[in-house]
């Protein structure tokens, strides 16, 4: 007997009561379909049957495989077969709500199902045709400007991760009272074109926690968000006044794909498995609960959204302010009868589901958002009425005469301060490239000389003296080595001994009076961004006591050390240059880079800590002060009423705050203010003795009132964020300092490397000189130095990418001794550095000496973890197989492709594992092994330090080659 658990309501009840057209508000049933994959090969192998039977396009019936007669059947809004392809899928399935996302309202496309249901397999399909769908319409709509955001998390054991910017670690959700749940610092990326977007959600996917399950190979862990974030602005003007440029709406579009329900008894799992399985099915329960609720129209009821964090972060897609659909995937498989009745009677809850969904609209100021489109700068408020949309606009287009009528003079001045900055230091930079330009033709000159006189004696060339000597300015690679062709020499000692002594002693010691320079301008520097960062928090009270005296401290801290060094602008070296005083002199300027770097650091995280008060803070700024919380309960005055009008002014004044452009607004606006306070007065908010003398919120007209608060409010809103992007600006800046000593740091240790080779230099001349005369030829110096670089690679834990890419890239060509040459003295480098200083990189580590090596180890864990979730997607089951076998991988275990490429690159005494393990990676990253598409200039030859800080290896490099 055919039955219905659940009586669904027909398509037309179903379908919206509205268009975007019509209606802003429009209630509207969750679009709910099916999808049945084909049986796969382990269930084909094992005998399963089909035990399910789609009757039509909406019907699904269980099939008794006895041959009984079905029992029971589901109804749903789109059932789709093992036949129909994903493009069928999107079609009829999610379309619809996906291109609402265009139209002005929020929408949410998500695949709930067991496990290896095919979630991860249909989502992958939608995301690629919702993509194509926004370019499309985005073309065909040329009088409007969009702005495409992204931004992604996974919920992995309820922890909620950045998965375009993993090392943010576990984030937190927040509360606003506007937009619902948000999850704190999750990064958004604008969009440049469809390839960038597919790009990027690449990079989410390869980010993502996969496991191996005895039922899916590649089972997602992890519930996984990407938001994509629409701005789209109409510009035919709908209003009133030429300020506002255009109306528009901005919304969002959640693609979900959560991780599959699961048994422990089904999927075998045990340890890691077992505990992810438990969070998996914890976090769905409380989904499934949810919608349970929700169809049973118990909206006014508890609903328990915050029971899990992912229903906290959709709950706006579940009985909210979107349209959602939810395609559910199941198997056909008799053995997962019990599961895929689970879901389906999920989904039966779900179509019960009602949501609101509305038009989202705003309007948007001159601001520009990156891509040079403009964009909005107010937030986005659900249009109800054309009345009080233009009320809105009104109330904006003040707003903006108000900021045109007084620019902020000390913004403009604070400007032209920083570009004349920028002009006088590229103004230093070319004067410098003059000298060097200068240097390298008198030399030529000379070394042309000397030739027409020892003719036949071309051991060295003149460019390769220049080159050698370590001149590189800040930020820049040392692209001159790129000339060299050195001569013959036997082995790398010869060659780096051959260099050494090339260099002329007055140049090193030009060197190292540059550092000197360099040092004492990074200490300004590093000094202005303290003061910027001191007045930020002086002028506005923010953060802690305790961090407005850690600056104070850092700034005098970092006085001293400028004053160390008084070196004059101009190097002039003598013709004997003394190279051991200079060394001397440079190696009592060593504490102070360290020290530098510490400050630095030190800076970082106060103004991190301040930044963290911001976040923390749900109060407005001016509540946060303890001096105003004590006023404000003893008086019981209200904010910015007449007591608090100083602080007002203080806030306008403030440098580049928004609110100081419209400060005739606002003392117009501001009745009952208070006569002007010096600003000097306000650091402590004057105490209030007279209650005469301070209004109380009584005091005040009702009008009054109103105005004031509801202005003050928008104006504190404002503020906060104005301020909030200064700290983050400083800190970007504090970020590029630490990045730039450094630099500072690195080149000294090369420097200080090369004179000590200098002074050791004279000792072995004669061996040299004996070397010379026997050349050995340069294919067996490349096999020499090859095998050297292996082994430097395994001992510096360095990405097997790169020694991956570096290996076919340089195979012996005549071109490729330079390369060879600048590898192994990096890695020589890094190696004395990695021994010497306990394991630590010293350019680098500020406080935490053992971080380098480890956090090389963890990024080469993660690396490899990485590439072992591309041997499935690269490489066939047979391929697979052969290389389990050659490579000894036992035929029953755990993550068989972990073990796999846990062998790669881990023989260094083994050329042909090299070789092999070389052939392998280019496979799994997908570039060929001639190399194509990999320039050998992406090597750079530059001397930035190994070991920086940043990703271990850069996804846009990788993916961009590789064109993952
Ligand atoms: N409709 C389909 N047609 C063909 N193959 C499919 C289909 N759906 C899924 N598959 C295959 O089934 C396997 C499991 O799919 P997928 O990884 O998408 O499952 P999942 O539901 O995301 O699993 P998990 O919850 O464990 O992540 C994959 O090999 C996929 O290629």
Request: hydrophobic residues 35%; contains cysteine; proline residues 4%.
């Amino acid at each position: 007997m055919v039955g219905t658990p659940a009586t669904p309501l027909s398509k037309i009840q179903r379908t919206p009561s509205s268009t975007p057209g019509g209606p802003k508000v429009r209630e509207e049933k969750i679009l709910v379909t099916v999808r049945m994959r084909p049986l796969s090969r382990k269930e084909q192998a094992m005998y399963d049957l089909v035990a399910w039977d789609c009757l039509d396009d909406f019907k699904i019936v269980f099939k008794n495989p006895n041959y009984e007669r079905p029992t029971t059947s589901y109804t749903f809004d789109k059932v789709f077969d093992p036949t129909c392809s994903t493009q069928k899928v999107y079609e009829e399935g999610a379309k619809d709500v996906a291109l609402s996302a265009l139209t002005g309202i929020n929408a949410t496309i998500f695949a709930y199902g067991q496990t290896g249901s095919g979630k991860t397999f249909t989502m992958r399909g939608i995301s690629e045709n919702a993509i194509k769908d926004i370019y499309d319409h985005i073309k065909s709509n040329p009088e409007r400007d969009f702005v495409l955001k992204i931004s992604a998390l996974e919920i992995y054991n309820e922890s909620v991760v950045d998965l375009l910017n993993r090392e943010s670690g576990s984030l937190r959700l927040l509360d606003d009272p506007e937009k619902g749940t948000i999850v704190e610092k999750l990064a958004e990326e604008v969009v440049k074109d469809s390839q960038h977007l597919r790009h990027l959600i690449g990079i989410c996917e390869a980010q993502r926690q996969v496991g191996e399950t005895s039922l899916n190979d590649n089972s997602s862990r992890s519930h996984q968000i990407i938001r994509l974030v629409k701005g789209i602005c109409h510009r035919p003007l709908r209003v009133v006044s030429e300020k506002v440029q255009a109306v528009a709406i901005t919304l969002t579009q959640n693609l979900v794909d959560l991780a599959g329900s699961e048994r422990a008894s089904q999927t075998n799992a045990d340890g890691i498995r077992l505990k992810e399985g438990s969070h998996i099915n914890r976090s769905l329960l409380t989904l499934t609960t949810v919608i349970r609720k929700l169809s049973g129209g118990k909206r006014s009821g508890h609903i328990p959204y915050r029971d899990s964090k992912l229903t906290r972060i959709l709950q706006h897609s579940l009985g909210g302010n979107a349209r959602t659909a939810i395609i559910c995937t199941i198997s056909p498989a008799l053995s997962h009868v019990d599961q895929t009745r689970n879901t389906l009677s999920f989904a039966t809850s779900a179509k019960e589901v009602t949501n609101n969904a509305q038009v989202n609209m705003c309007c948007f100021s001159t601001a520009r958002f990156p891509l040079g489109l403009p964009f909005l700068r107010l937030s986005v408020i659900p249009v109800v009425s054309d009345k009080r949309l233009v009320k809105h606009l009104q109330k904006e287009v003040a707003r903006l005469e108000a900021e045109l009528r007084s620019p902020d003079p000390s913004c403009l001045r604070s400007l032209l301060e920083e570009k004349e900055l920028k002009i006088q230091q590229m103004e230093r930079e070319m004067k410098e490239l003059k000298r060097q330009r200068d240097l390298a033709q008198s030399q030529l000159e000379l070394e042309r000389k000397s030739n027409k006189e020892h003719k036949g004696s071309n051991q060295r060339g003149p460019s390769s003296q220049i080159a050698r000597c370590l001149s590189f300015p800040e930020n820049e690679s040392v692209s001159d080595f790129r000339e060299i062709r050195p001569g013959n020499a036997v082995g790398r000692q010869a060659m780096v001994r051959q260099s050494v002594t090339s260099t002329d002693p007055s140049m090193l010691v030009h060197e190292i009076r540059k550092l000197e320079q360099r040092q004492r301008q990074l200490g300004e520097e590093a000094n202005r961004a303290l003061e910027v960062l001191h007045n930020e928090v002086a002028s506005q009270r923010l953060g802690s006591k305790e961090t407005a005296e850690t600056i104070v401290r850092l700034l005098s801290e970092i006085k001293d050390i400028q004053a160390v060094s008084s070196i004059p602008e101009d190097i002039v070296i003598g013709d004997k240059a003394n190279l051991k005083e200079e060394m001397t002199r440079l190696n009592s300027q060593g504490s102070a880079i360290a020290s530098l770097e510490r400050k630095l650091e030190n800076a970082q995280k106060s103004i991190d800590i301040l930044v963290s008060s911001f976040t923390k803070s749900e109060d407005t700024l001016e509540f946060k002060t303890p001096e105003f919380k004590t006023q404000f309960k003893k008086k019981k005055t209200r904010p910015f009423s007449l007591s608090n009008s100083a602080n007002m002014q203080t806030i306008i004044r403030s440098p580049c705050s928004p609110l100081s452009s419209s400060q005739k607004v606002m003392e117009h606006d501001i009745e009952n203010k208070a006569p002007n306070i010096p600003q000097s007065s306000v650091a402590t908010p004057p105490k209030c003795h007279d209650n005469n003398s301070c209004f109380s919120s009584r005091e005040g007209t009702p009008t009054t009132r109103q105005t004031n608060s509801v202005d003050v409010k928008k104006m504190q809103r404002m503020f906060k964020n104005a301020a909030e992007e200064n700290i983050r600006s400083i800190r970007a800046y504090v970020t590029e300092l630490k990045e730039r000593v450094a630099k500072l740091q690195y080149q000294k240790q090369l420097l200080v490397c090369q004179v000590l080779d200098l002074e050791a230099n004279d000792a072995a001349t004669e061996q040299t000189d004996m070397a010379e005369q026997s050349p050995m030829p340069w294919h067996l110096m490349f096999d020499e130095q090859r095998k050297q670089i292996i082994m430097l690679w395994h001992l510096c834990h360095v990405s097997i990418v790169h020694r991956t890419q570096f290996y076919l890239l340089f195979r012996g060509d005549p071109t490729d001794q330079i390369y060879m040459e600048v590898e192994l003295r990096r890695l020589t480098w890094l190696e004395q550095q990695l021994a010497e200083v306990g394991n630590a990189s010293p350019a680098l580590l500020g406080d935490d000496p053992a971080g380098s090596v480890s956090s090389s180890i963890k990024a080469l864990k993660q690396e490899r973890e990485y590439l072992a979730k591309r041997v499935s997607l690269k490489l066939t089951a047979e391929e697979r197989e052969m290389l389990y076998m050659k490579w000894e991988i036992p035929p029953v275990g755990k993550q068989r492709r972990l073990q796999l490429v846990n062998k790669l690159w881990t023989d260094p005494l083994n050329m042909q594992n090299a070789k092999e393990s070389a052939e392998i990676v280019a496979k799994l990253v997908g570039f060929c092994e001639s190399g194509e598409h990999v320039s050998k200039e992406m090597f750079e030859l530059s001397f930035a330090n190994p070991c920086d800080k940043k990703t271990w290896m850069g996804w846009n490099l990788i993916s961009n080659l590789l064109h993952l």
